[in-house]
């Protein structure tokens, strides 16, 4: 009996240390490019972001800048600064819902055609 006890230690020990949560996380890229204006001020995005993002992600998220690259129905070639909002959540239908709110409001006040989204499983741990 001992030596079984022993023999468990690690594999307590490694459960201990690996247990992680089933979450989602949501990568939502915006353009900062406004047709035939100029661009999201960064007062604007920071506006954007207190009223509409932060709500739905209270418990915090990642903002990433970026450049993105991606051709029209015209086939031409764009690049076009961007921002990268990723955040881990607990999807539900509610959620997702709030989510699109966000996509819907950032087009309807900065003239996009789109705001990309991709929702994927996560194993999360700290």
Known sequence: MKNY???????????ACTASHKST?????????????????DSAWQAFETKYILPV????????????VWRGDDH????EHSRIIIALNKMSPQLSVSIDSIRAA???L???????RVDKPAQVSF
């Open 106 to 108: 950032y087009k309807r």
């Open 76 to 79: 031409i070639q764009v690049t």
């Open 57 to 68: 992600f209270p418990a915090g998220f990642t903002r990433l800048d970026a450049n993105g």
């Open 25 to 41: 996380e949501t990568n939502l890229y915006f353009g900062m490019d406004i047709a035939h204006t100029g661009t999201v001020s």
């Open 110 to 116: 900065f003239k996009q055609d789109a705001v990309m």
């Open 5 to 15: 006890r022993y023999a468990l230690l690690p594999l307590l020990l490694l459960c």
